[in-house]
């Protein structure tokens, strides 16, 4: 298990919603249920979580007894990547869909099932549909007794990663406003050594990463890369384009700081995710600007929110 995995599950980042309101940002507290009790063969969903890890993950809770009391044997999961089936045993509680950043305004809905038969969700009907922003957006406009400032402000920078990266991707205007009002990210410029045309780009879909293009690299060539972990071999694969790179370890926000070096033959590339925010910040066009900016404060305030 690498360092990303071991931290990660030290210290998850959890945004937790009950009955469509959030009662709790990253806690260990169980919430209360959605219902004081489900009538015969009604599941009750107990929580729901957004995960932030190297992917953004919308996570359903129910109820285990009421689950077995309606025999449930699978859930459906239905959104923008597709439809998910899971098989539920004793064991299961938590059911899982991942998110891109530009999805975050996109519904995800649950479906409980014995067979065939749709199995009814306590208060909810047939199913029950969240989006990220919707959690978001209830976070922000909480009391302050309810959230600190730093639950707004990492749920603010969530919300804001996901317009800014509809607007880049998808070719949209919609209004961004920003927490912070100058970036100074000098100290994370990569260091390519002599190579003045290499490339860095954030990949932002199910799993986040960064790209290095190198000029001349093909597939497949293999490169070494470090972290404080140790050192692992890795091997370039085709990135945007059909155009050839190394990609980093997957990436969770509290860690866009840390620095992978990649020794390609006898040169070595030093980078790391923010390091792709210092170029996008000092680039002409303001889309890929406000992506640097976003993923600096998704980083900032994710980081700030776990300490």
């Known amino acids: 298990m690498n360092k990303f995995m071991k931290k990660a599950m030290a210290a998850a980042c959890a ?70 089936n899971i098989s539920v045993d004793a064991d299961s509680e938590v059911f899982s869909y991942d998110l891109y950043p530009t999805q975050l305004g996109e519904d995800v809905t649950i479906k409980f099932k014995n067979g065939d038969d749709i199995v009814k969700i306590a208060d909810k009907g047939e199913s029950f549909k969240y989006t990220v922003n919707d959690y978001c957006a209830a976070v922000e406009a909480g009391s302050s007794t309810d959230y600190t400032d730093e639950a707004k402000n990492a749920a603010k920078s969530l919300k804001n990663l996901g317009i800014a990266s509809d607007n880049y991707f998808n070719n949209k205007d919609t209004a961004i406003t920003f927490m912070d009002e100058s970036y100074d990210l000098s100290s994370y410029a990569p260091d390519f050594g002599e190579d003045t045309t290499a490339k860095i780009s954030l990949l932002l879909d199910s799993i986040t990463k960064f790209r290095v293009y190198i000029d001349g690299l093909t597939v497949p060539e293999s490169a070494d890369l470090e972290d404080s972990d140790g050192v692992t071999s890795i091997y370039s694969q085709n990135g945007k384009n059909g155009k050839a790179c190394f990609e980093s370890t997957f990436l969770y926000p509290q860690f866009f700081s840390e620095v992978q070096t990649i020794t390609y033959g006898s040169k070595t590339y030093k980078a790391s995710a923010l390091s792709y925010c210092f170029r996008a910040l000092n680039s002409s066009d303001a889309k890929t600007q406000n992506i640097g900016k976003a993923a600096y404060e998704y980083y900032k305030y994710i980081t700030a929110y776990l300490a």
Not at 15 to 43: H, R, W, Y
């Open 15 to 84: 945004l937790a919603v009950v009955g469509g309101v959030p009662t709790a940002f990253g806690t260990e507290i169980f919430p209360p249920a959605l219902t004081a009790s489900a009538a015969e063969n009604e599941v009750t969903l107990t929580e729901a979580q957004v995960e932030l890890a190297s992917s953004i993950t919308l996570d359903f809770y129910a109820d285990k007894s009421s689950l077995a009391a309606a025999s449930v044997d699978s859930v459906e999961l239905s959104g923008p990547n597709g439809v998910k």
